[in-house]
């Protein structure tokens, strides 16, 4: 698998010198944010890892490797192309042997961090349980990766375009830990409290990283959630996010929309719906989480393997 690995010139460096690395998503930059906010908040990410002493590296297929960190031309395509394919763990020999454009979900971006020794990874929200599974069975292969590959990832919590209950429920039965920082309650994505609690609240990244790294030390397999509310001043009012989502269910179901083309047809329709105030939040959040991930990196690297 190595061989399909390709490390950017700053990530490859970052290696050498043993510089904590931090894994960034490439489908929220292809199918999550339009053009060209989507490219410009995948730069102003980076720059936030950087300025709290990690490295970025976003990850993304593109012609037949697995680019481990992006040049600014690869972001570029990315957040510019049509074609970009929509990469879980299913697609991924697909668009590796087909030589295709591919977006890394968070299922698949864990699997290529894993791959590169990457222990981080910082991205805005997780798939889960999504309403209505008990009868369509959608439920995000980012949890079942959460189950089985090692990497913490830090999010905003799940968006209520899913069943948060049920998600956590999920976690619970593959044995991922769900981590708060700065508050007890699991964060909804635009709004800072899900009615649901988190399992464990740690709100310093030496706190975060010595639990991490316990589990790991046991042996225990699998992902940690690192769930960090939107900043106060960047939450969107929940009466008001909570209509604007029911509606785009209501859309998605009318429409037949199906399989993996539910989350970013929910997630452009909510954006549309809240006049882009939504697209406002979703940066504000995903920059706080790229903060809060740059710090556990750090700390991660101050506590042998
Ligand atoms: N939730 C968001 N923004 C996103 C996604 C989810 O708030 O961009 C993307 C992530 O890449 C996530 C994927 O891994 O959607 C989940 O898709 P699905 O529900 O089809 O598994
Ligand atoms: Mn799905």
Not at 120 to 145: C, K, Y
Not at 200 to 227: E, P, Y
Request: aromatic share 4%; proline share 4%; net charge negative.
């Amino acid at each position: 698998m190595q061989a399909f690995l390709q490390y950017s010139p700053e990530v490859q460096a970052a290696r050498a010198a043993g510089t904590p690395v931090v894994a960034l998503e490439s489908t929220i930059i292809s199918h999550g944010m339009p053009y060209p906010q989507n490219v410009q908040t995948a730069r102003e990410v980076e720059q936030v890892i950087r300025d709290a002493g990690a490295v970025p590296a976003t990850i993304a297929l593109i012609d037949g490797k697995v680019c481990i960190g992006l040049s600014d031309a690869q972001l570029e395509l990315l957040g510019q192309s049509k074609d970009a394919l929509k990469v879980s763990r299913r697609d991924l020999a697909y668009v590796l042997a087909t030589k295709k454009l591919g977006a890394t979900t968070v299922a698949a971006t864990m699997i290529c961090a894993r791959l590169a020794g990457i222990e981080v990874f910082v991205t805005g929200g997780i798939g889960g349980v999504h309403r209505g599974a008990e009868t369509s069975f959608d439920i995000s292969a980012d949890l079942q990766e959460l189950a089985q590959t090692g990497v913490a990832v830090v999010c905003a919590g799940v968006k209520s375009i899913l069943d948060i209950g049920l998600t956590l429920e999920y976690l619970e039965t593959h044995g991922v830990p769900v981590v708060s920082v700065g508050q007890a309650a699991f964060p909804a994505f635009f709004t800072r409290d899900s009615g649901f609690q988190a399992d464990f609240r740690l709100d310093g990244a030496d706190d975060q990283a010595r639990f991490i790294r316990t589990k790991w030390q046991l042996g225990l397999q699998g992902g940690v959630v690192v769930s960090n509310p939107v900043p106060e001043a960047a939450a969107m009012p929940p009466d008001e996010i909570d209509a604007i989502i029911a509606r785009a269910l209501g859309e998605a179901d009318a429409q037949g929309v199906k399989g993996k083309a539910v989350t970013p047809f929910l997630l452009a329709r909510i954006k549309e719906l809240t006049g882009g105030r939504s697209l406002a939040t979703n940066i504000a959040l995903v920059k706080h989480n790229a903060l809060v991930g740059a710090q556990l990196a750090v700390a991660l690297g101050r506590i042998q393997a």
